[in-house]
């Protein structure tokens, strides 16, 4: 029973990522096209809103190349193990008071931990491509997504102190208003972190085009690259939403059907702003970014989590 | 000391700036050595210009910096006007001057786009392309093609300024240092750019004399050397401008030249403007075939890239007996192994592009 | 946060660093919010690309795009030769001059804008044609059937497969305006005082008449027949000009203000001297009245009758007293072999054409004598008349000498006779050997002089007569001449009428016609030729039936056919292109290839190959084209399934500029795209 419903869900979560891949690519090509001055999509539906509808039979239909180097059997299956993590990762998120679709005492700690497998993914599909640009693509990554770990999760715990639960509904629950003062700056960490963690500019060193054309998925093609591209968009979906529950208070204030449209209106403008950042900011360089992750966020989300302690002792 | 690996970057790769291999020796991230290989883009157009007529030849020039090719259009024309011993009408020159500093505008937008496309910073690359391309409607208004152009001929220039371009292009450049002003605090004060093109690819201003490094590449390390001031042609000596200089000679700085070179074309543009008078923009009686006196010449002029020269022989016919372009692509290019050693790949990349080279003109 | 442009100041150094300690900390931190406002502010902005498709995409006038060739066998506007009479020699000789007269137009002794009629039918502009061709040609119609068409034997298209169809044009255009005639026709204002007369109602006469009722004159026509039409009515068989096409001309110009009296003989029932003090100016087109008759003997014989007489006979009574005779006509002329043909058709058992000329020089046109001998008429060439011979004063056959040549050296008219002589056994003579003038009665009590051989003396240029006023033209002036030869005439006299009557000098500034010399074409191989490209073929009655009566022989096109071939014309030296070549030679990538012919008329550009695969839009050839035939199009991005797309023929490039293979439909031009204007040479 107990199996029959995970698959349910997983069905249901594919499906919800799958879509709101589709819809955030959609907003991110609007988005950045309003950014650079372009109208973006505008043919296909009112405002070009059915064009990724259009670019999904396309991606479908398209040669799947296999590099003849590669190791065959990881090359094809290591972006199912990309995309997979993130859409069990959504589980865990709170939709409304009272109800996630999966309702676990360590709901947090599976949200951080889950879409690490990715690194795993990552790092098989740039090895298996046999390419020295995929290959340097596919370490960065594993650097870099393994790093921004530690401020990530160090950010959530500042929430997680406050509301004394790892349980995503109790610290829903908990959350009061006033924590967003006290926790912008765990929200900056991890807002900047989650950026890092799914590899999105400016942090897209792994994957950056300039320099490594794709990084650890260059030599992907069709439906293969779009599991790629829905990771990524399924993390920043699933990071957006989990933000939005936990610094933001889910569907705070209202509950219900209306929480769910809140959280979602909360979870879009954080997608927003990541986009209004990539689409601003150069790349940083991989030593950088490294030296950024330790020497400055971790030691402020220490700080953050300090601070969020003496706040706790003085209440 | 880790194993090395070799990588090759290009000849197709989004950040080549054309069809340049580079061959780069990497120990871990960090090159030790990096080799542009060129010859990728390579059509012989020297060759080839000793089978045709000078006119003819001038389509050909265009190919040589595709990105500015008003220059390549200018030095040629400027070589064979010297071999031919022909005159040029003042709002010729004039009109020459305008499309000059335009094309300058138009090749350093996308220099510093590519900067920004280099560094990630995708978003000011449109900006830059967005200014580019008021440019080149511009240059599409006038000679009908918005790349090669075609419009500097021997003797003048192929056609006069069409009504109501005058306008058109003031109110480009009322427009454009402010725009320069914006790209300046979005992509070069930024801390993320300053942090990946600040020191990166030093050269020094003697590396830069001794390499024969021009243009924003040489004016970058503090090479306070730019033809258009210092060997003055045309009717550079009657406008007012200044040439911006860096300090350190990073890539920041070669970049932010550009930027700023921008800023002073746009009053160069403005004050060729109010001088401009009406006359004739082709010299009278120029033959349909020129055939100049056997002799040789050589002309430079400052191309957005650096002194661009041309040296044509002529031995008496109506075709030149030899052509060699002077090309700062070319001479510039060749610092990349020095600049590049010591960093990282992602360096290399920046310093490719804050060199700015253009393989038409590189490879000819 | 607009920046005032003073304030733009280039830094003397840029190479700007972050100030030290925390206050670069703020200056780094506030660069990424600078730089977060920067996007945002733009993303308010409105987009600086279009919305497409409600914003439409423009492009420069000086754009440069695909080629665009005009003016070579286009389907441009060509101009049309259409002027007044009395400056027409001036414009052809001009053109004639500029090499810009087509072939057909200068070898057409009226200068008939032969070119300009295929252009407008080919058009489906067809009354158009007509009125354009009634300028030079007075009877279309008429001369669409009966005219030998040197247009078509100067036609540039025989260099190829077959010359244009122009006359059967003229007879289609005929025909098809005979629909609006009624709407088209509307008499001529009479704008003058003076008023003219006009003798004879013949080609020229008709011609005359037309050209001063252009110019507002009031003309009257006398004509001594019943009906209209002089030799056209008297002499043409009735097969080869049906009589109502004749008279329904004439009908037209009698709508348009012709006053037209039939059965008035001028000298008899009204002397020429009122005609004189009715009208201010007086043109003789009488034409020629008399056959020749040899005088050997027998030829008072009861049997020998004169051509003129007998075509006379066949035309009006339908009967020429030949029927189940056999008949000798004597002469290798048009007339002869009209006179034998009319005698098949009113009944004649034998009829044999006697030539002096051989079978190559006979004078009269290749395709008659086919379609006589077709008919069934036997030619005996080479042989001169050398008496009748008679049987109590009834022809019993004729006797010929053999003739060894016609011309002497010097190409004068100079017979040597052999000594062969023959017999050939016959009930009816027809002497065919030329005609003269009768003018006794018509100039009796006028001044006008008349030659010793009884030729009215005229100025062969200007058409004067030795009588103020008078004037005279037709083939009594020239002898025995083609109908629209005769209309040439018409013209001058026409133009030395108005001269006098403004009261100008008849020779002052005048232009006489020019007569160009065309090369003649070898009839050119048409084997491989698809039949499209070739002529239409003008449907014919059968041999055996057309010689039994009087129904036409040519049975004339159709619409559609006529169009076609219209379609074939060249359209010579209406050309803008005029086959220079410097495109080619220009062309830095050698991407044009043109081959031309030169020939002593003007030059034809035979091909035009622009290979755009190769072509880099430089505009270098358009720039160099002398003559502007050579345009760009919008069209610059092109691609094309195959490569052989990319190389532009000859048809492709003289496709209208808007639309060529590039856009795959005609007349689609990039929006937003004028048209360019011509450049200013």
């Known amino acids: 029973m107990t199996l029959l419903w995970g698959f349910l869900w997983g069905v249901a979560a594919v499906a919800t990522i799958a879509g709101g891949a589709i819809l955030g690519v959609w907003w991110e090509r609007k988005v950045s096209a309003r950014i650079q001055m372009r109208y973006g999509p505008q043919q296909i539906g009112p405002f070009g809103s059915l064009q990724m509808i259009a670019d999904v039979p396309k991606l479908l239909f398209k040669e799947d190349i296999v590099p003849a180097l590669a190791d065959k059997a990881i090359f094809k299956y290591a972006p199912l193990f990309v995309f997979g993590p993130v859409a069990v990762s959504m589980v865990v998120i709170p939709f409304t008071a009272g109800w996630a679709p999966l309702n676990t005492s360590v709901g947090v700690l599976f949200f951080l931990a889950v879409p690490s497998i990715e690194v795993i993914a990552i790092l098989l599909s740039a090895w298996a491509s046999h390419n020295t640009l995929s290959t340097l693509g596919g370490l960065r990554a594993t650097a870099q997504m393994i790093s921004y770990e530690v401020p990530r999760s160090l950010a959530v715990l500042a929430i997680v102190l406050l509301a004394g639960s790892l349980r995503p509904l109790d610290v829903v629950a908990a959350w009061r208003w006033w924590w967003m003062p006290l926790t912008f700056v765990a929200f900056v960490i991890y807002f900047v972190a989650s950026i890092a963690e799914m590899n999105r500019g400016p942090f897209d060193i792994p994957e950056a085009e300039s320099e490594l054309v794709a990084g650890y998925f260059a030599d992907y093609s069709g439906m293969r690259w779009a599991s790629f591209m829905m990771a990524e968009y399924g993390a920043m979906i699933a990071a957006s939403l989990f933000g939005a529950a936990l610094f933001f208070g889910g569907g705070w204030p209202f509950g219900g059907a209306l929480g769910v449209i809140t959280l979602i209106v909360k979870a879009i403008l954080i997608m927003t702003a990541i986009m209004w950042v990539k689409w601003t900011f150069p790349r940083l360089r991989q030593d950088q970014l490294m030296s950024f992750c330790w020497k400055a966020l971790t030691p402020l989300a220490l700080v953050q989590l300090v601070v969020v302690g003496v706040v706790l002792v003085w209440l | 000391m880790t194993e090395q690996t070799i990588v090759n970057i290009g000849p197709s790769h989004p950040s080549t700036h054309g069809v340049c291999r580079v061959v780069v020796t990497l120990d871990g991230e960090i090159v030790t050595h990096a080799e542009p290989i060129i010859g990728h883009l390579h059509r012989g157009i020297e060759k080839m210009a000793e089978n045709r007529t000078y006119l003819q030849v001038v389509p050909l020039t265009d190919r040589l910096d595709y990105v500015g090719s008003m220059y390549a259009n200018w030095a040629y024309c400027r070589a064979v006007e010297r071999l031919a011993g022909i005159r040029v009408p003042e709002r010729a020159e004039y009109i020459r001057v305008i499309v000059c500093e335009l094309q300058r505008i138009a090749s350093h937008m996308m220099g510093i786009g590519s900067t920004g496309a280099d560094t990630g910073a995708f978003t000011a690359f449109m900006y830059a392309f967005a200014q580019r391309d008021h440019v080149v409607e511009l240059f599409e208004a006038l000679c009908g093609a918005r790349l090669t152009y075609n419009y500097v001929r021997p003797g003048g220039v192929s056609m006069d300024l069409p009504e109501g371009w005058v306008e058109k292009c003031r109110a480009f450049t009322a427009q454009h240092p402010s725009a320069m002003l914006e790209l300046d605090r979005l992509l070069f004060g930024n801390v993320i750019a300053r942090a990946r093109l600040k020191g990166v690819g030093v050269l020094s201003a003697e590396d830069a004399v001794a390499w024969g490094a021009s243009g924003p590449t040489a004016r970058g390390s503090g090479v306070d050397w730019d033809l258009r001031r210092d060997d003055p042609y045309s009717v550079y000596p009657r406008f007012d401008f200044q040439v911006p200089l860096g300090e350190n000679g990073d890539s920041y700085d070669r970049a932010r030249i550009r930027l700023w070179e921008c800023v002073e074309s746009c009053k160069i543009i403005d004050q060729a403007l109010d001088q401009l008078e009406p006359g004739l923009v082709k010299a009278e009686g120029l033959p349909r075939l020129l055939a100049p006196r056997p002799g040789d010449a050589y002309d430079h002029i400052e191309s957005a890239r650096g002194s661009l020269g041309v040296y044509l022989v002529s031995d008496g016919t109506p075709r030149p007996y030899r052509m060699k372009v002077r090309s700062p692509a070319f001479c510039n290019l060749a610092l990349l192994p020095l600049l590049a050693e010591g960093h990282t790949l992602s360096d290399l990349v920046v310093i490719l592009g804050s060199l700015d080279p253009v393989f038409g003109e590189v490879d000819r | ?656 500029g808007e639309g060529t293979r590039a856009t795959g439909r005609d007349g689609v031009m990039p929006p937003g795209c004028p048209v360019p204007p011509r450049r200013e040479q």
């Open chain 3, 1 to 656: 946060m607009a920046v005032k442009r003073e304030d733009i100041i280039t830094p003397a150094t840029v190479s700007d660093e972050y100030a030290p300690g925390a206050k670069g900390f703020l200056q780094k931190v506030s660069s990424l919010v600078t730089g977060l406002g920067i996007t945002a502010r733009i993303s308010t902005e409105k987009p600086v690309t279009i919305r497409y498709p409600a914003e439409k995409w423009t492009v420069s006038p000086r754009w440069r795009g695909a080629l665009h060739l005009r003016g070579v066998l286009g389907r441009d506007e060509i101009p049309l030769i259409r002027h007044a009479s009395d400056i027409y020699n001036g414009v052809i000789e001009d053109l004639y001059k500029g090499e810009r007269l087509p072939p057909c137009v200068g070898n057409c002794p009226a200068n008939v804008d032969a070119r300009g009629q295929g252009f407008l039918v080919a058009e489906d502009r067809i009354p158009e044609a007509y009125e354009l061709v009634r300028d030079r040609n007075i009877l279309p119609g008429v001369l669409g059937r009966i005219c030998h068409h040197p247009c078509e034997t100067a036609c540039r298209r025989n260099f190829y497969d077959e010359p244009v169809a122009i006359r059967p044009l003229h007879r289609f255009a005929y025909e098809e305006f005979q629909k609006v005639a009624a709407e088209r026709l509307k008499p001529l204002p009479i704008t003058q005082k003076q008023s003219v007369a006009i003798v004879g109602s013949g080609p020229s006469g008709l011609s005359a008449a037309y050209d001063l009722m252009k110019a507002g004159y009031r003309v009257v026509m006398y004509e001594r027949e019943e009906r209209p039409g002089g030799a056209l009515n008297t002499g043409v068989p009735a097969y080869r000009l049906p009589r109502d096409v004749l008279y329904s001309e004439i009908d037209g110009l009698v709508a348009l203000g012709l006053e037209l009296h039939c059965g008035i003989e001028v000298g008899k029932t009204k002397p020429l001297s009122a005609l004189q003090r009715e009208h201010d100016a007086v043109l003789l087109a009488v034409g020629l009245q008399e056959s020749r008759i040899l005088p050997i003997p027998g030829h008072d014989a009861e049997g020998v009758i004169g051509a003129l007489e007998f075509l006379w006979a066949a035309n009006h009574k339908g009967e020429t007293g030949v029927r189940g005779k056999r008949v000798f006509v004597i002469g290798g002329g048009n007339v002869a072999v009209d006179v034998a043909r009319c005698a098949l058709r009113t009944g004649a058992t034998e009829v044999r054409l006697a030539s002096l000329e051989s079978s190559e020089e006979l004078p009269a046109h290749p395709w008659e004598i086919e379609e006589a001998l077709d008919e069934g008429v036997i030619a005996t060439c080479s042989v001169g008349p050398e008496e009748v011979l008679t049987e109590g004063g009834n022809v019993v056959g004729m006797r010929v000498r053999e003739c060894l040549s016609v011309f002497d050296e010097t190409g004068r008219f100079a017979p040597k006779f052999g000594e062969g002589l023959s017999d050939f056994a016959c009930d009816v003579v027809v002497f065919s050997i030329g005609q003269a003038a009768k003018l006794d009665s018509l100039i009796a009590g006028t001044e006008l002089l008349v030659s010793g051989r009884g030729q009215l003396v005229v100025d062969g240029t200007h058409f004067t007569t030795s009588a103020a006023g008078v004037f005279a033209c037709g083939e009594v002036v020239t002898g025995p001449g083609s109908a629209i030869g005769s209309i040439a005439t018409g013209h001058e006299a026409a133009t030395s009428i108005l001269r006098f009557l403004r009261g100008e000098s008849l020779t002052e500034d005048r232009t006489p016609r020019p007569v160009p010399v065309y090369a003649k074409y070898a009839v050119a191989d048409v084997s491989g030729v698809e039949r499209s490209r070739r002529r239409s073929i003008m449907p014919m009655a059968r041999a055996e039936d057309r010689a039994k009566d009087f129904r036409p022989v040519e049975l004339g096109l159709t619409h559609q056919e006529a169009m076609i071939e219209a379609a074939r014309c060249l359209r010579c030296q209406s050309e803008i292109c005029v086959g220079c070549t410097f495109c080619a030679r220009t062309c830095p990538d050698y991407a044009i290839q043109v081959e031309r012919v030169d020939e002593p008329g003007g030059r034809c550009l035979t091909r035009y190959d622009l290979d755009l695969s190769k072509c880099a839009f430089c505009g270098l050839c358009a720039e160099q084209c002398p003559t502007n035939a050579l345009t760009h199009t919008g069209q610059y991005e092109l691609s094309f399934f195959h490569r052989d797309l990319l190389i532009f023929d000859k048809g492709e490039m003289l496709r209208s």
